[in-house]
């Protein structure tokens, strides 16, 4: 099993804040670094739970993404299969 992690910024779009996001994927496929750094950098802009859903998509694995938004803690979690 491999495990990436890192980190992004997305503006929220209700608010227009900046949020920091902490993405870990694990996999037991490699996944290139370059395509985890392509598939973040193209996201500027959405809500929590819809970055996970296009991670998810763009890179496959178990995925976690972890932010705070407002005061309150999101852990989003993203299943293969």
Not at 15 to 21: N, P, V
Not at 33 to 46: F, P, Q
């Amino acid at each position: 099993m491999n495990t990436y992690r890192h980190t992004l910024a997305a503006v929220c779009p209700s608010d227009c804040e900046l949020i920091i996001y902490r993405l870990e994927v694990r996999s037991p496929a490699m996944i290139y670094v370059e395509h985890i750094k392509a598939a973040t950098a193209i996201i500027k802009k959405g809500w929590h739970e819809q970055i996970a859903d296009r991670l998810s998509e763009a890179l496959g694995g178990d995925q976690t993404i972890i932010a705070t938004h407002q005061g309150v803690e999101i852990e989003t979690v993203r299943l293969s299969g």
